[in-house]
């Protein structure tokens, strides 16, 4: 069966940067806190009515097509990875679709968190493996700080969490030695609510009320301590699991890339891994949390950065709300 491979890969962020003392005058945080707990400086921040989320994903895809050079019309298929698309009806990717004039090829949503872009990427991967497409965007973008509580009672999350996008062009490898090797999916809904947003819901008698804005049920929750705990177990297991797979050593991986949670995390994995400093990339100190934009933006930072070369053994792996989690290994 054949083999697929990134092609390209893109990133785009808004230009509103947030740094920890404009948080600190909204909230009662500081820099010290925020750098010593999550390594976070600085984050990206939409603009209403200058950024939505097609626009942030335009600018992404634009980049990654560029770069495999490829168009919009070489696309036969569009997977995108989001939980903060501008409509609650349709999904974001046929606005992408539209956005950017494809041809009229299938667009599927998927809502799986900060695991979003390896879980988008392993559907994308199944396509191409078995022949169905042979061409395909992944994309993962998010509007995060529209669903933060930037009061006192929301700091421990609205520090985290930011806004991007970052997009790959997957297509068939041409040598073996090249592709990704394997993606490993889980799940475990018992702790959905440990990282939630509540409102606005369909289970509801309305969707949206004033008592829920009043309540602040609309406002992104998270329980940092538990899906601290569960993060660094599942980021562990994971990417075990891919390397066993493979059977490959954890000393054959040129870089890991983390869904980049907390720096605290990404720190923790490496040390357990036994890897050096320069196999592991991480940019959430000028990121923020950007949910499933992580892993594509930080795939195109590494890129950028001359951090990625022919042939070298890539680990991605997340965990995030759901819980989900997920890995994927990769020969670039
Ligand atoms: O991407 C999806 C997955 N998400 C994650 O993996 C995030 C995982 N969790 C985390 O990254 C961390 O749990 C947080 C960064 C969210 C919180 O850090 P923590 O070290 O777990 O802090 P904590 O919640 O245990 O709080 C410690 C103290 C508390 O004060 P007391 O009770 O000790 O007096 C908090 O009230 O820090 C306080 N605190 C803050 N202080 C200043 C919490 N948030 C802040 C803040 N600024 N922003």
């Given amino acids: 069966m054949r083999k697929s491979k990134i092609l390209g890969v893109g990133h785009y962020v808004p230009e509103r940067v947030v740094t920890n003392e404009e948080l600190s005058q909204m909230m009662d945080t500081s820099n010290e806190w925020i750098v010593e707990r999550t390594g976070i400086q600085s984050r990206h921040w939409f603009t209403p009515g200058i950024d939505t ?15 495999a050079n490829l168009t919009a019309k070489d696309i036969d298929f569009i997977v995108f990875a989001t939980i903060t698309p501008d409509y609650f009806i349709p999904g974001n990717g046929v606005l992408l679709q539209r956005e950017l004039g494809f041809d009229n090829i299938g667009a599927l949503d998927i809502r799986n968190a900060c695991s979003g872009f390896i879980y988008a990427l ?33 700091r421990s999350s ?4 930011a806004d991007g996008a970052g997009a790959v062009v997957l297509g068939p490898s041409s040598s073996d030695q090249s592709g990704i090797l394997s993606t490993h999916l889980h799940s475990q809904g018992e702790y959905a609510e440990e990282l939630y947003c509540k409102d606005p819901g369909s289970s509801r008698e309305v969707r949206l009320s004033p008592e829920m804005l009043e309540s602040g049920s609309t406002f992104l929750k998270m329980n940092g301590n538990a899906v601290f705990k569960h993060a660094v177990l599942r980021f562990m ?32 994995i490496q040390q357990k891994l036994g890897l050096p400093n320069e196999k592991v990339f991480n940019n ?3 990121m923020g949390n950007t949910t499933a934009a992580t892993i594509p933006i930080a795939l195109s930072e590494a890129r950028e950065q001359g951090k990625i070369k022919e042939g070298d053994l890539i680990c991605l792996a997340a965990f995030g709300s759901g819980f989900t989690w997920a890995s994927a290994l990769l020969h670039w």
């Fill in 53 to 67: 989320l097609t626009s942030l994903s335009k600018k992404a895809t634009e980049m990654a097509l560029e770069r």
């Fill in 237 to 268: 297991e994971v990417i075990q699991e891919a390397l066993d797979h493979n059977q490959l050593e954890q000393s054959a991986i040129d870089l890991l890339i983390p869904h980049q949670a907390n720096l605290r995390i990404s720190q923790y």
């Fill in 158 to 161: 609205s520090v985290i969490f």
């Fill in 122 to 154: 392993s559907v994308a991967d199944q396509f191409i493996k078995t022949g169905m497409y042979d061409r395909i965007l992944v994309v993962g973008a998010e509007i995060q700080s529209s669903a933060l509580d930037k009061s006192d009672e929301g």
């Fill in 284 to 286: 959430i100190m000028h």
